[in-house]
Protein backbone atom coordinates (compact mmCIF):
# COMPACT_ATOMS: atom_id res chain seq x y z
CA UNK A 1 0.00 0.00 0.00
CA UNK A 2 1.03 3.80 -0.79
CA UNK A 3 1.07 5.88 2.13
CA UNK A 4 1.41 9.46 1.56
CA UNK A 5 1.28 12.37 4.55
CA UNK A 6 -0.04 16.00 4.00
CA UNK A 7 1.29 18.44 6.55
CA UNK A 8 -0.83 21.71 6.91
CA UNK A 9 -3.21 20.80 3.83
CA UNK A 10 -6.49 23.10 3.44
CA UNK A 11 -9.47 20.73 3.53
CA UNK A 12 -10.62 21.75 -0.11
CA UNK A 13 -7.15 21.37 -1.63
CA UNK A 14 -7.21 17.76 0.54
CA UNK A 15 -10.97 16.91 -1.19
CA UNK A 16 -8.95 17.96 -4.76
CA UNK A 17 -5.82 15.77 -3.86
CA UNK A 18 -8.14 12.89 -2.67
CA UNK A 19 -10.60 12.95 -5.93
CA UNK A 20 -7.11 12.32 -8.12
CA UNK A 21 -5.85 9.83 -5.44
CA UNK A 22 -8.95 7.92 -6.16
CA UNK A 23 -9.35 8.19 -9.57
CA UNK A 24 -5.75 6.53 -9.40
CA UNK A 25 -7.29 3.32 -7.56
CA UNK A 26 -10.19 3.34 -9.58
CA UNK A 27 -7.95 3.15 -13.07
CA UNK A 28 -6.00 -0.06 -11.26
CA UNK A 29 -3.47 2.31 -8.89
CA UNK A 30 -2.61 0.81 -6.00
CA UNK A 31 -4.43 1.34 -2.36
CA UNK A 32 -2.59 3.76 -0.48
CA UNK A 33 -3.58 5.87 2.48
CA UNK A 34 -3.49 8.90 2.90
CA UNK A 35 -2.93 11.30 6.18
CA UNK A 36 -3.80 14.58 6.29
CA UNK A 37 -3.03 17.27 8.57
CA UNK A 38 -5.88 19.95 9.13
CA UNK A 39 -5.36 22.95 10.78
CA UNK A 40 -8.78 23.89 12.94
CA UNK A 41 -11.41 22.68 10.57
CA UNK A 42 -15.02 21.10 10.78
CA UNK A 43 -16.26 19.46 7.80
CA UNK A 44 -20.14 18.73 7.01
CA UNK A 45 -21.23 14.91 5.92
CA UNK A 46 -24.55 14.85 3.92
CA UNK A 47 -26.30 14.41 7.05
CA UNK A 48 -25.72 17.51 8.61
CA UNK A 49 -28.23 19.95 9.99
CA UNK A 50 -27.86 23.47 10.74
CA UNK A 51 -28.70 23.00 14.43
CA UNK A 52 -26.04 20.76 15.00
CA UNK A 53 -23.23 23.52 14.90
CA UNK A 54 -24.10 25.54 18.33
CA UNK A 55 -22.02 28.76 18.05
CA UNK A 56 -22.52 31.69 15.60
CA UNK A 57 -20.57 32.07 12.41
CA UNK A 58 -18.72 34.60 14.00
CA UNK A 59 -17.43 32.66 17.12
CA UNK A 60 -16.37 29.91 14.71
CA UNK A 61 -14.15 32.20 12.88
CA UNK A 62 -12.88 33.76 15.80
CA UNK A 63 -11.59 30.61 17.12
CA UNK A 64 -10.06 29.87 13.78
CA UNK A 65 -12.29 27.25 12.30
CA UNK A 66 -12.67 26.75 9.17
CA UNK A 67 -16.09 25.11 8.03
CA UNK A 68 -16.02 22.77 5.03
CA UNK A 69 -18.85 20.52 3.01
CA UNK A 70 -17.75 17.35 2.40
CA UNK A 71 -18.83 14.16 0.22
CA UNK A 72 -18.83 11.67 2.65
CA UNK A 73 -21.97 10.15 4.55
CA UNK A 74 -22.32 11.23 8.60
CA UNK A 75 -23.08 14.72 9.96
CA UNK A 76 -20.40 17.47 11.51
CA UNK A 77 -17.28 16.44 12.74
CA UNK A 78 -13.88 18.26 13.96
CA UNK A 79 -10.30 17.99 12.59
CA UNK A 80 -7.22 19.64 14.09
CA UNK A 81 -3.97 18.99 15.65
CA UNK A 82 -3.78 16.23 17.86
CA UNK A 83 -5.76 14.14 15.68
CA UNK A 84 -5.05 11.41 13.27
CA UNK A 85 -7.44 11.79 10.30
CA UNK A 86 -6.79 8.73 7.61
CA UNK A 87 -8.26 8.16 4.37
CA UNK A 88 -7.94 4.69 3.52
CA UNK A 89 -8.07 4.78 -0.33
CA UNK A 90 -8.63 0.82 -0.84
CA UNK A 91 -10.23 -0.84 -3.90
CA UNK A 92 -13.15 -3.45 -2.66
CA UNK A 93 -13.37 -4.89 -6.09
CA UNK A 94 -10.52 -7.13 -4.82
CA UNK A 95 -12.07 -7.47 -1.41
CA UNK A 96 -15.57 -7.94 -0.06
CA UNK A 97 -18.11 -5.19 -1.97
CA UNK A 98 -20.20 -4.39 1.49
CA UNK A 99 -20.25 -1.05 3.15
CA UNK A 100 -20.96 -2.27 6.41
CA UNK A 101 -18.45 -4.66 6.38
CA UNK A 102 -15.88 -2.38 5.37
CA UNK A 103 -17.04 0.24 8.39
CA UNK A 104 -17.14 -2.54 10.84
CA UNK A 105 -13.27 -3.47 9.71
CA UNK A 106 -12.24 -0.06 10.11
CA UNK A 107 -13.23 0.24 13.57
CA UNK A 108 -11.71 -2.85 14.37
CA UNK A 109 -8.69 -1.31 12.63
CA UNK A 110 -8.95 1.41 14.93
CA UNK A 111 -9.82 -0.39 18.32
CA UNK A 112 -6.32 -2.60 17.29
CA UNK A 113 -4.58 0.36 17.27
CA UNK A 114 -6.09 1.89 20.00
CA UNK A 115 -5.28 -1.27 22.28
CA UNK A 116 -1.09 -1.09 21.33
CA UNK A 117 -1.69 2.96 23.10
CA UNK A 118 -3.29 1.53 25.89
CA UNK A 119 -6.82 2.23 25.22
CA UNK A 120 -9.37 -0.45 25.65
CA UNK A 121 -11.78 0.98 23.19
CA UNK A 122 -15.19 -0.87 21.77
CA UNK A 123 -17.58 -0.95 18.77
CA UNK A 124 -20.93 0.01 19.75
CA UNK A 125 -24.34 -1.43 17.80
CA UNK A 126 -26.09 1.25 15.96
CA UNK A 127 -23.58 3.95 16.32
CA UNK A 128 -20.58 4.08 13.88
CA UNK A 129 -17.33 5.38 15.04
CA UNK A 130 -15.06 3.84 18.43
CA UNK A 131 -15.55 4.61 21.45
CA UNK A 132 -13.90 4.53 25.48
CA UNK A 133 -17.20 3.75 27.43
CA UNK A 134 -19.45 5.99 26.54
CA UNK A 135 -16.93 8.56 25.31
CA UNK A 136 -16.61 8.99 21.38
CA UNK A 137 -12.54 8.61 20.96
CA UNK A 138 -13.03 8.16 16.78
CA UNK A 139 -15.78 9.55 13.90
CA UNK A 140 -16.05 7.39 10.75
CA UNK A 141 -17.57 8.68 7.52
CA UNK A 142 -16.69 7.38 4.41
CA UNK A 143 -17.54 7.42 0.44
CA UNK A 144 -17.55 5.23 -2.59
CA UNK A 145 -16.88 5.20 -6.27
CA UNK A 146 -16.83 2.24 -8.18
CA UNK A 147 -16.19 0.98 -5.10
CA UNK A 148 -13.11 2.45 -4.07
CA UNK A 149 -13.05 3.78 -1.05
CA UNK A 150 -12.79 7.46 0.45
CA UNK A 151 -12.90 10.15 3.39
CA UNK A 152 -12.18 7.67 6.52
CA UNK A 153 -11.37 8.25 10.12
CA UNK A 154 -10.19 10.82 12.57
CA UNK A 155 -8.83 9.50 16.36
CA UNK A 156 -8.57 11.54 19.00
CA UNK A 157 -4.82 11.45 20.40
CA UNK A 158 -4.66 14.59 22.06
CA UNK A 159 -6.71 17.46 20.42
CA UNK A 160 -8.13 20.25 22.72
CA UNK A 161 -11.58 18.54 23.42
CA UNK A 162 -13.04 21.59 23.56
CA UNK A 163 -13.40 21.95 19.99
CA UNK A 164 -16.17 19.44 19.74
CA UNK A 165 -18.52 20.93 22.48
CA UNK A 166 -19.69 23.89 19.83
CA UNK A 167 -20.99 21.22 17.69
CA UNK A 168 -23.23 18.27 18.12
CA UNK A 169 -20.68 15.93 16.32
CA UNK A 170 -22.24 13.15 14.29
CA UNK A 171 -25.40 15.13 14.97
CA UNK A 172 -25.25 13.66 18.56
CA UNK A 173 -26.21 15.72 21.55
CA UNK A 174 -24.54 16.65 24.32
CA UNK A 175 -21.74 13.34 22.81
CA UNK A 176 -18.98 13.38 25.14
CA UNK A 177 -15.57 12.71 23.67
CA UNK A 178 -12.12 11.75 24.71
CA UNK A 179 -8.21 11.30 23.45
CA UNK A 180 -5.55 9.04 23.98
CA UNK A 181 -3.97 11.41 26.04
CA UNK A 182 -7.52 11.63 27.87
CA UNK A 183 -7.75 7.96 28.95
CA UNK A 184 -3.59 7.29 29.35
CA UNK A 185 -2.52 10.58 31.01
CA UNK A 186 0.51 10.43 28.58
CA UNK A 187 1.70 11.84 25.40
CA UNK A 188 1.18 9.05 22.38
CA UNK A 189 3.55 9.88 19.32
CA UNK A 190 1.31 10.13 16.59
CA UNK A 191 3.63 8.88 14.08
CA UNK A 192 4.25 5.72 16.03
CA UNK A 193 0.21 5.35 16.15
CA UNK A 194 -0.06 6.37 12.11
CA UNK A 195 2.37 3.08 12.03
CA UNK A 196 0.10 0.58 13.91
CA UNK A 197 -2.55 1.88 12.12
CA UNK A 198 -1.10 1.42 8.63
CA UNK A 199 0.46 -1.93 9.72
CA UNK A 200 -3.04 -2.91 11.05
CA UNK A 201 -5.20 -1.30 7.82
CA UNK A 202 -2.65 -3.65 5.49
CA UNK A 203 -3.47 -6.65 7.28
CA UNK A 204 -7.42 -6.34 7.12
CA UNK A 205 -6.99 -5.29 3.59
CA UNK A 206 -4.43 -7.03 1.70
CA UNK A 207 -5.93 -8.79 -1.17
CA UNK A 208 -5.72 -12.14 0.18
CA UNK A 209 -7.28 -11.62 3.51
CA UNK A 210 -10.62 -10.60 2.48
CA UNK A 211 -13.16 -11.67 5.16
CA UNK A 212 -10.42 -13.53 7.72
CA UNK A 213 -9.72 -9.99 9.44
CA UNK B 1 -32.51 1.11 -22.88
CA UNK B 2 -30.58 0.07 -19.60
CA UNK B 3 -31.91 0.40 -16.74
CA UNK B 4 -29.61 1.86 -13.24
CA UNK B 5 -30.83 0.14 -10.37
CA UNK B 6 -29.62 0.68 -6.76
CA UNK B 7 -27.37 -1.76 -6.29
CA UNK B 8 -26.08 -4.18 -3.68
CA UNK B 9 -24.25 -2.55 -1.03
CA UNK B 10 -23.69 -5.25 1.27
CA UNK B 11 -25.42 -6.83 4.17
CA UNK B 12 -27.57 -5.13 6.27
CA UNK B 13 -27.96 -2.19 3.75
CA UNK B 14 -31.78 -2.32 2.28
CA UNK B 15 -32.14 1.28 1.55
CA UNK B 16 -30.40 4.75 0.45
CA UNK B 17 -31.74 8.23 -0.20
CA UNK B 18 -30.51 9.93 -3.32
CA UNK B 19 -28.20 12.63 -2.28
CA UNK B 20 -28.06 13.96 -5.66
CA UNK B 21 -27.91 13.04 -9.60
CA UNK B 22 -24.97 14.29 -11.15
CA UNK B 23 -27.03 14.73 -14.56
CA UNK B 24 -30.08 15.76 -15.68
CA UNK B 25 -32.47 14.19 -18.36
CA UNK B 26 -31.94 14.46 -21.55
CA UNK B 27 -28.17 14.86 -20.83
CA UNK B 28 -25.91 12.45 -22.41
CA UNK B 29 -23.72 10.33 -20.17
CA UNK B 30 -20.75 8.46 -20.63
CA UNK B 31 -20.02 4.44 -19.77
CA UNK B 32 -18.85 4.44 -15.84
CA UNK B 33 -19.63 7.93 -15.24
CA UNK B 34 -21.40 8.16 -11.89
CA UNK B 35 -24.77 9.29 -12.75
CA UNK B 36 -26.23 9.34 -8.49
CA UNK B 37 -25.21 10.13 -5.52
CA UNK B 38 -26.66 7.58 -2.93
CA UNK B 39 -26.53 8.08 0.95
CA UNK B 40 -26.86 5.52 3.89
CA UNK B 41 -26.14 5.91 7.17
CA UNK B 42 -21.95 6.89 7.23
CA UNK B 43 -21.76 6.45 3.70
CA UNK B 44 -21.96 8.21 0.34
CA UNK B 45 -22.40 5.60 -2.49
CA UNK B 46 -21.68 6.81 -6.23
CA UNK B 47 -23.70 4.98 -8.81
CA UNK B 48 -21.39 4.38 -12.41
CA UNK B 49 -23.27 4.26 -15.57
CA UNK B 50 -22.96 0.63 -17.27
CA UNK B 51 -23.34 1.87 -20.96
CA UNK B 52 -22.63 5.26 -22.83
CA UNK B 53 -26.71 6.75 -23.69
CA UNK B 54 -29.28 9.67 -23.16
CA UNK B 55 -30.98 9.48 -19.98
CA UNK B 56 -34.45 9.54 -20.42
CA UNK B 57 -36.10 9.07 -16.92
CA UNK B 58 -34.75 10.12 -13.65
CA UNK B 59 -37.51 8.34 -11.62
CA UNK B 60 -36.75 9.67 -8.43
CA UNK B 61 -35.86 13.08 -6.36
CA UNK B 62 -33.23 14.46 -4.52
CA UNK B 63 -33.53 13.18 -0.78
CA UNK B 64 -36.21 10.55 -2.08
CA UNK B 65 -35.53 6.74 -0.07
CA UNK B 66 -34.86 4.06 -2.32
CA UNK B 67 -34.79 0.53 -1.88
CA UNK B 68 -31.93 -1.85 -3.53
CA UNK B 69 -32.69 -3.54 -6.91
CA UNK B 70 -35.17 -0.86 -7.51
CA UNK B 71 -34.68 0.76 -10.90
CA UNK B 72 -33.97 4.64 -10.36
CA UNK B 73 -33.02 5.90 -14.00
CA UNK B 74 -33.37 4.57 -17.56
CA UNK B 75 -30.55 5.14 -20.02
CA UNK B 76 -30.91 5.27 -24.28
CA UNK B 77 -27.98 3.61 -24.73
CA UNK B 78 -29.69 3.32 -28.67
CA UNK B 79 -30.57 6.76 -29.47
CA UNK B 80 -29.86 8.64 -33.10
CA UNK B 81 -27.89 11.78 -31.48
CA UNK B 82 -25.76 9.57 -30.24
CA UNK B 83 -21.94 10.23 -31.10
CA UNK B 84 -20.42 7.36 -29.27
CA UNK B 85 -16.75 7.74 -28.14
CA UNK B 86 -14.40 6.03 -30.55
CA UNK B 87 -11.94 5.70 -27.71
CA UNK B 88 -14.23 3.96 -24.91
CA UNK B 89 -11.23 2.44 -23.24
CA UNK B 90 -9.90 5.76 -22.14
CA UNK B 91 -8.86 5.96 -18.53
CA UNK B 92 -12.00 6.86 -16.19
CA UNK B 93 -11.29 10.33 -14.56
CA UNK B 94 -14.59 10.78 -13.44
CA UNK B 95 -15.43 10.18 -9.48
Not at chain 1, 32 to 39: G, K, S, V
Not at chain 1, 110 to 131: E, H
Request: net charge negative; glycine share 8%.
Amino acid sequence: MKIKNFYDVDYAEMLDIQKKEVAEVVNGGENRILFPHFNHTMTMGRDFKDRDILVTENILKSLGIKLFGADRGGNITYHGPGQIVCYPVINLNYWKKDINLFIRSIENVIIRALAVAGVVSVKKKQLTGVWVKDKKIASIGVGFSKWVSYHGFSLNADPRLYYFSIMNPCGIKDAEYTSIKKETGKDFDIELLKGYIIDELERCFDKAAALAY
Amino acid sequence: MVEIVVPDLGEDVEKAKISFWHYEEGDKIEKNSDIVELTTDKATFNVPAPETGIITELYFEEGDEVEVGEVIALIDDENEELELSEDEEEEDTNF
